[in-house]
Structure formats: C-alpha cells, structure tokens
C-alpha cells in the first residue's frame, strides 16, 4: 500500500463516523460532512491503487525487457 491508499482508508473512516453521528444527532450539516468526507476518502483510495497497480506494471515491464 501507498501513502494515498492509507491516507484514503482515513479519510473514508472518519468520515463515515462523522455520517454516522450526524444520522444518530438529526445533524444534516455534520452528515453531509461525513458523507463528503468519506467520498474523497475513496476516491484518494482508488487513486492510490491505481498508481501502485500502474507502477507495478512498469516494474514488471522493465523486468521482461532485461531478460
């Protein structure tokens, strides 16, 4: 894992508990807080995934041609 994956992972479970705490409060502001929150959180996740999995590709490429 990346630091953008983990950073994600973060983002994503603290803003699923600040949703959470905004449905249990009958906070709107707080959830939409969450929910945004938790939607970048994800997204960064997806990101670093795909730069890890697109690093990785290289690294195998270049692997092939020194062969």
């Given at each position: ?60 490429l270049g692997n092939k041609i020194k062969r």
């Amino acid at each position: 894992m990346n630091q953008d994956e983990l950073k994600g992972k973060g983002e994503d479970l603290k803003g699923r508990i600040k949703e959470a705490a905004g449905i249990v409060t009958n906070d709107a502001e707080l959830e939409k807080e969450g929910a945004d929150e938790r939607d970048l959180g994800q997204a960064r996740e997806k990101l670093g995934t795909a730069r890890r999995k697109v690093g990785e590709a290289i690294e195998d490429l270049g692997n092939k041609i020194k062969r």
